[in-house]
């Protein structure tokens, strides 16, 4: 029986092991970052991961399907598609559903990515792979914080983030591995963050399933997008998710939105009757 040196006695109860630490290392930082800033993984709602391999001295960081560091091998998508062109469609299809895996591992292990974007998607030998926002590595090849094209409404507005804003970056992210064009256009931020709240996308020539899966993850209202699960599973079966009922309630960024508006309307209306 393990002694209680302070009283003299001994105890009964066995003496317990210190507690475990924070994830430590890549996983540690994916971690740090607060609600609402783009670029940043964030926890949500954690379950623990089931079956995924440690690495061999680090048993506390979680590996997760086809996420990588950012000195992996391999080209990002972001200068692939600028040098070459739209990826042809059975390639295009390959890295839909290899990053969707991707974010897929990450929200059932309670990670958010927070940045993902065609910066951090690297196209190497053995296919797509996604950069690990919490081992971004520094100096020019580093991936840069994902652009305002590529940034959920919710961010944009500095509204709780979770799972549905990944989902929105990876429907922005096909759109424009497919067309070679961001769904809202490139240009100063402050146009391209007023076309990502208010403007419908344009999807070019995606056609097919593909055309009607990123459509919905590119809806304005995050309860209204599929679930990353959802996008796998779809993307293999061929065809586009069930259609969720369109929620009921407005989101707060849109509130804020219409209040904007009508008080514009309403500062018109009496500057027109005073002068």
């Known amino acids: 029986m393990p002694h209680d040196t302070s009283r003299g006695r001994t105890s009964p109860h066995p003496a317990r092991p210190a507690a475990r630490s924070a994830r430590s290392g890549r996983a540690g930082r994916a971690l740090a970052g607060r609600p609402g800033r783009p670029g940043t993984a964030r926890p949500v709602a954690p379950r623990p991961p089931q079956g995924r391999p440690h690495a061999a001295g680090d048993a ?60 951090t998607v690297l196209l190497g030998p053995d296919g797509a792979k996604v950069v690990d926002p919490g081992d971004a590595g520094s100096g020019a090849d580093a991936p840069q914080p994902a652009s305002p094209s ?102 707060r960024y849109r509130w804020r939105m219409m209040l904007a508006l009508a008080a514009v309307v309403v500062c018109g209306f009496v500057l027109g009757m005073l002068y």
Request: one cysteine or more; aromatic letters at 4%; proline letters at 14%.
């Open 60 to 119: 506390e960081v979680p590996r997760f399907r086809h996420v990588v560091g950012a000195d992996a091998e391999g080209s990002p998508l972001q200068r692939v598609v600028e040098e070459h062109g739209p990826l042809p469609a059975p390639k295009l299809r390959r890295v839909a559903l290899r990053t969707a895996a991707a974010l897929a591992s990450m929200h059932r292990a309670g990670i958010v990515h927070g940045g993902f974007g065609p910066a």
């Open 150 to 251: 590529y940034l959920a409404p919710e961010q944009i507005e500095d509204e709780p983030v979770g799972r549905p804003a990944d989902v929105f970056a990876w429907g922005a992210t096909v759109v424009f591995a497919a067309t070679g064009r961001p769904p809202f256009g490139t240009g100063p931020r402050a146009e391209v963050v007023r076309r990502v709240t208010s403007r419908r996308p344009d999807l070019g020539d995606l056609s097919g399933p593909l055309r009607e899966l990123a459509a919905r993850c590119l809806d304005k209202n995050p309860a209204a997008r599929p679930t990353a699960p959802q996008v796998v599973r779809a993307l293999r079966e061929g065809q586009g998710p069930m259609p969720k009922p369109r929620p009921t309630r407005i989101p």
